[in-house]
């Protein structure tokens, strides 16, 4: 696939078009998680960050959730990770306030405690408001 043209809105596929068949398949089953928990959140791709970003509006600071493609795995980003609830252990890394969930198969992105995580981001940050 080619790059998009300039002016264009880079799209998923856009996103998606270096990545595995497996890393596509996985990041496309998160999307649909994400939009089926998050039918109010706004989607855009950002293809310098390598990001599909779901959030409350266009700003960087409305940016709540997040998958981000690797070479053998998808992570699902959170922008207020350390303030979420996460009893299963799921959450990963160590910065001031984003942390996130490696999937490294289709079946991780069914995993219900991942999608209580996608929620609960959405919740604090609408709490915050």
């Given at each position: 696939?080619?790059?998009?043209?300039?002016?264009?809105?880079?799209t998923v596929d856009d996103l998606?078009?270096?990545?595995?068949?497996?890393?596509?398949?996985?990041?496309?089953?998160?999307?649909?998680?994400?939009?089926?928990?998050?039918?109010?959140?706004?989607?855009?791709?950002d293809l310098p960050d390598n990001?599909?970003?779901?959030?409350?509006?266009?700003?960087?600071?409305?940016?709540?959730?997040?998958?981000?493609?690797?070479?053998?795995?998808?992570?699902?980003?959170?922008?207020?990770?350390?303030?979420?609830?996460?009893?299963?252990?799921?959450?990963?890394?160590?910065?001031?306030?984003?942390?996130?969930?490696?999937n490294r198969t289709v079946a991780?992105?069914?995993?219900?405690?991942?999608?209580?995580?996608?929620?609960?981001?959405?919740?604090?940050?609408?709490?915050?408001?």
């Amino acid at each position: 696939m080619s790059a998009p043209r300039p002016g264009s809105v880079p799209t998923v596929d856009d996103l998606l078009a270096r990545s595995s068949a497996e890393v596509r398949l996985i990041a496309l089953r998160l999307r649909g998680m994400i939009r089926a928990t998050l039918p109010e959140a706004i989607e855009s791709v950002d293809l310098p960050d390598n990001l599909l970003a779901f959030g409350s509006g266009g700003r960087l600071r409305d940016l709540l959730v997040g998958i981000i493609p690797h070479s053998a795995h998808v992570n699902v980003q959170f922008a207020d990770a350390v303030d979420l609830p996460d009893p299963a252990g799921l959450l990963e890394g160590t910065g001031k306030r984003i942390r996130h969930v490696k999937n490294r198969t289709v079946a991780d992105a069914d995993r219900p405690a991942l999608h209580a995580l996608v929620r609960a981001e959405w919740d604090f940050h609408q709490a915050k408001r």
